[in-house]
């Protein structure tokens, strides 16, 4: 049967751009109307109903990293030791600072064959806690239901495979320093209460770039990191000099001492540091390596990495990651400037077959739009 599956993520919807009293420069998303708008169009018209009045299915994937805890300050803090707790009122947060958003998925999951399908990346693990589940899939199911029919947040596994030869993945598996253990999610000894178990790059958002955005707002927007050290160490140098000391003396700590919240191995420490010395990172290497150890499978989709790639193989075989709907600074010649793109996958899946295309949100203009320095 004809079914459509559209694919988001990287938003990282976070507090919303006023927050606990003050301006809020850890907000990233500023388009909750055309997001909405998105929804909207691929539940109605063609989407919504064939000629003879029987529904078209369509399912949401939200690819990971769709909301952003990590990016949630609690009383202008930004705290490693998450608890379910802690976890719940930055969720809260998020889900009230964009409301037009949680909206219009209310109504997309309202439509007869539509439904949402959330997977969990490295920025949303706070996913792993029962209590935050309830939380988004009440605020999102169209009748506030728990478990939902409509909504549902995957967290036993980190993937989606479909026997027409497509697998969907955040893709931060594939980063030792962004690696999720799904068997044990939350770390319970020594504590006296759960905490999440969280890796390297989330304890690194924390503790170093959170702070850092205060002075270079845009710190976490560059890529390749490498090239912005450089080209920071000449026009920007004290800045630069204390944001490597930070990464490296963090790096160290979580590395090397001992703590329940932090745990580490050497394997994990030398995959990261092996994965460190390559200059990009778009995950296309490991999405081909997969392509070619995997028979069945014809095209995998990432997102993780915020750069948006239709990489078409001579095999026939296809990569594409999604990228973000958040400002981004490349620093390299494959795409130098400052972007912003609201890409997403579509697939289309006809008669055993899948049609699966990389594509860029234009939606609805507005008077006026929000404007990121």
Same mark, same amino acid.
């Given at each position: ?8 993520s990287?938003?990282?919807?976070? #507090? ?7 301006q ?6 500023h ?21 003879d ?8 994937? +939200? ?7 990590l990016?949630?300050p609690?009383?202008?803090?930004f705290?490693? #030791? ?6 719940? %009122?930055k @969720?809260? !947060? +998020? *889900? ?6 949680? !909206?219009?998925?209310?109504?997309f !999951?309202?439509?007869?064959? %539509? ?15 029962p ?6 899939t ?6 506030g ?6 909504? $549902? ?7 989606l495979t ?13 980063? #030792?320093?962004?690696? *999720? ?21 989330s304890?690194? @958002? ?20 490498? @090239?912005? @050290? ?8 004290w ?18 001492s001992?703590?329940p ?10 995959? +990261? *540091? ?12 490991? #999405? ?22 239709? %990489? *078409?193989?001579?095999?026939? $075989? ?8 958040? $400002?981004?600074?490349h ?5 130098i ?7 997403? !996958? ?8 899948a ?7 234009v ?11």
């Amino acid at each position: 049967m004809e079914h459509f599956k559209i694919i988001v993520s990287d938003c990282h919807l976070s #507090a919303g751009r006023v927050f606990e009293g003050r301006q809020n420069p850890h907000e990233d998303f500023h388009f909750d109307e055309e997001m909405s708008d998105l929804f909207e169009h691929f539940s109605t018209g063609r989407y919504g109903a064939k000629p003879d009045g029987t529904p078209v299915p369509v399912e949401l994937i +939200i690819n990971g990293d769709f909301l952003d805890p990590l990016n949630v300050p609690v009383d202008g803090e930004f705290e490693d #030791a998450v608890t379910e707790a802690l976890s719940l %009122k930055k @969720v809260k !947060a +998020i *889900l009230a600072a964009h409301p037009r958003v949680s !909206a219009a998925i209310r109504r997309f !999951a309202a439509l007869p064959g %539509k439904t949402v399908t959330y997977l969990v990346g490295n920025h949303d693990a706070d996913l792993f806690f029962p209590r935050v589940r309830e939380e988004i899939t009440r605020a999102w199911d169209p009748e506030g239901r728990y478990p939902s029919p409509k909504v $549902k947040l995957e967290v036993e596994k980190d993937r989606l495979t479909y026997p027409e030869g497509v697998e969907i993945r955040h893709g931060n598996q594939l980063e #030792a320093g962004s690696h *999720l253990n799904f068997e044990k999610p939350v770390l319970t000894d020594f504590l006296d209460e759960p905490v999440l178990n969280l890796p390297w790059s989330s304890i690194y @958002v924390l503790k170093i770039i959170n702070r850092m955005k205060w002075e270079r707002e845009y710190i976490d927007k560059i890529r390749p990191v490498k @090239v912005y @050290v450089f080209v920071g160490l000449l026009f920007d140098t004290w800045f630069t000099l204390r944001f490597v000391f930070l990464s490296a003396f963090y790096f160290i700590k979580t590395r090397f001492s001992f703590s329940p919240t932090k745990r580490s191995s050497w394997q994990t420490t030398r995959n +990261i *540091l092996k994965q460190e010395s390559r200059l990009f990172l778009d995950l296309e290497d490991e #999405a081909r390596q997969i392509l070619d150890e995997r028979s069945d499978l014809k095209t995998i989709i990432f997102g993780h990495t915020h750069r948006p790639m239709n %990489k *078409l193989y001579a095999d026939g $075989k296809q990569y594409i990651n999604t990228g973000t709907w958040t $400002k981004m600074v490349h620093l390299d010649f494959r795409g130098i400037g400052h972007q912003v793109r609201r890409t997403f !996958a579509f697939l289309h899946f006809f008669d055993g077959q899948a049609r699966c295309e990389l594509r860029q949100w234009v939606g609805e203009h507005s008077p006026h739009a929000h404007f990121d320095v």
